[in-house]
């Protein structure tokens, strides 16, 4: 069984950073794409940051280019999103997601993680 | 980048009703396309890809039409488990969600 388990995720003041994990189980890690979506308190969902099987190519949105960096370790079967210069608009819950290939949809998500930035 | 709008925003259905959501992309997207239904607290689940193909275990309610521009979510017989919330979401070019769709009780 394909399984995504975030952690991470907390209380940070804008300007700061985090760093947030998900360990995948139930498939072959290393033949994936992995990604990053995050949905803001209420609102729909948004594409983050994409990172091809062996790290060497990497696709963020805009809004978080510079800031934040998507990462894997694929002997421990897991991928990272460390995240800079946090600003309130980052507030989200955070879920780590499986695309069926660099672009395209996704079959698996994890149950997410909140990153919530305020003073 | 290309932007997905959908309506209605939000719907007021009563179980046994055929719902139609659409989703419609500022510029052509062919047939890449999916639909996913999202529940309070809970991570969104795929119903449909490249439009119009069913997810394995997804009921046979639930289909997807269109290509191009204009594309329809259709739950033929709605279900107490239905009520949620609904979201497309292009590959075409990178990656974009529509604004989503609230399906609540009428």
């Known amino acids: 069984e394909v399984q995504l388990v975030e952690s991470g995720g907390g209380l940070v003041q804008p300007g700061g950073s985090l760093r947030l994990s998900c360990a995948a189980s139930g498939f072959t890690f290393s033949s994936y794409w992995m990604s990053w979506v995050r949905q803001a308190p209420g609102k729909g969902l948004e594409w983050v940051a994409n990172?091809?099987?062996?790290?060497?190519?990497?696709y963020y949105v805009a809004s978080v280019k510079g800031r934040f960096t998507i990462s894997r370790d694929n002997a421990k079967n897991s991928l990272f999103l460390q995240m800079n210069s946090l600003r309130g608009e980052d507030t989200a819950v955070y879920y780590c997601a499986r695309p069926l290939g660099d672009g395209s949809y996704f079959d698996y998500w994890g149950q997410g993680t909140l990153v919530t930035v305020s003073s | 980048d290309i932007q997905m709008t959908q309506s209605p925003s939000t719907l007021s259905a009563s179980v046994g009703d055929r719902v139609t959501i659409t989703c419609r992309a500022s510029q052509s997207i062919n047939i890449w396309l999916a639909w996913y239904q999202q529940k309070p607290g809970k991570a969104p689940k795929l119903l449909i890809y490249k439009a119009s193909s069913l997810e394995s275990g997804v009921p046979s309610r639930f289909s997807g039409s269109g290509s191009g521009t204009e594309f329809t979510l259709t739950i033929s017989s709605l279900q107490p488990d239905d009520f949620a919330t609904y979201y497309c979401q292009q590959y075409n070019s990178y990656r974009t969600f529509g604004q989503g769709t609230k399906v609540e009780i009428k």
């Open positions: 990172i091809k099987q062996d790290g060497s190519e990497k």
